[in-house]
């Protein structure tokens, strides 16, 4: 029995049974003020970035819901990030769910107030859109802020650049504005899971041009798992990296509660072992997006968000402790 953590802990699924108690991720405490904090943890309740089928804006509360289920231990690694680093639930971001461009100013602010006392967070979401205001509040709250690096899991590119007669905001077009607002340096970003039909031949031609590097499902069954996590290891290198995890990325048969849905997908057990093979990248921030609980009706979807939420959020704490 390990002696006991300096600050608080997830509720314990063996004291207290896990189908009961507080709706926070994990069980962790709740909190407002997160100045003390390695890490929060920021439902983003938010989908008026979707093009199709919405609902995402369920994700945070239903990833909360099913992570009641994660023990405090890592399975392979030992770890316990709760024990390394202080995390609890920020509980979410406001959003205005009648106003995406005041939304994404909302969600910015709140992720640069956390950030200001340099806590990082691990986001909920959510459409993909959020991952915008979150750079942009990381890069505001960030002094001699440079461009991230970023890990990118996901069935799409998400870097078209505008939708119905130039709506520039939507959850296709985040990492395009990302790099053309100098949040992501595109040569240290990967994409991996590639795969959707496309509207045109050329729509992944402009991520190509600035230098993404876009692993297609293809390749990646062609590569496998280690040598594409080798790969996205030598883009991303040593200096500040975001990651970014669409539940989409995985086949639908795994993970049916998303808005756009793909066949051909990753299996949960490739997307672990590819975040395991992430460890000592030098991650300050992420998010786990799509997850939208209208179409996840036996709750998988919400249950491997919260699975891949704990995942990251090992990477994440061991990544803090080593910059003490
Ligand atoms: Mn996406
Ligand atoms: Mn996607």
């Not at 938010?46 to 023990?71: C, K, Q, V, W």
């Not at 690096?149 to 520039?168: E, K, L």
């Not at 299996?267 to 997006?289: F, N, W």
Request: negative net charge; hydrophobic residues 40%.
């Amino acid at each position: 029995m390990s002696s006991p953590a300096p600050w608080p802990q997830p509720m314990d699924g063996i004291v207290t049974p896990r189908f009961a108690g507080p709706v926070t991720f994990m069980r962790l405490p709740q909190v407002e003020d997160t100045s003390s904090l390695d890490i929060a943890l920021l439902g983003v309740p938010f989908d008026l970035g979707t093009t199709n089928r919405a609902g995402a804006r369920h994700g945070p509360r239903e990833i909360r819901n099913m992570s009641a289920i994660i023990r405090r231990v890592h399975p392979a690694t030992g770890m316990e990030p709760c024990r390394l680093c202080r995390v609890a639930d920020a509980g979410d971001t406001p959003t205005n769910p009648a106003d995406l461009m005041q939304s994404l100013e909302m969600i910015e602010q709140r992720v640069a107030e956390i950030r200001n006392h340099g806590t990082w967070t691990l986001a909920l979401g959510g459409d993909h859109l959020i991952s915008l205001p979150i750079l942009r509040g990381i890069a505001r709250a960030t002094p001699g802020f440079t461009p991230l690096g970023m890990v990118h899991f996901d069935a799409h590119s998400d870097t078209t650049d505008s939708y119905f007669g130039g709506m520039r905001y939507t959850h296709g077009t985040p990492f395009r504005r990302a790099i053309e607002e100098g949040l992501l340096d595109p040569k240290r970003v990967v994409q991996i899971g590639i795969r959707g039909s496309l509207y045109s031949p050329e729509d992944m031609d402009w991520a190509a041009s600035v230098g993404v590097r876009i692993i297609k499902i293809e390749e990646f069954e062609s590569l496998g798992v280690e040598a594409t996590i080798a790969e996205a290891r030598r883009v991303v290198g040593d200096a500040p990296a975001y990651l970014t995890f669409d539940v989409d990325s995985l086949d639908p048969a795994f993970a049916p509660g998303t808005g756009t849905p793909e066949i051909g997908g990753l299996t949960p057990r490739e997307a672990q072992r590819m975040l395991r093979g992430l460890r000592g990248l030098h991650l300050v921030g992420a998010d786990v997006v799509e997850v939208a609980p209208p179409f996840d009706q036996s709750g998988g979807t919400a249950l491997i968000g919260a699975n891949m939420m704990f995942e990251i959020l090992c990477l994440m704490a061991e990544a803090r402790t080593a910059k003490r």
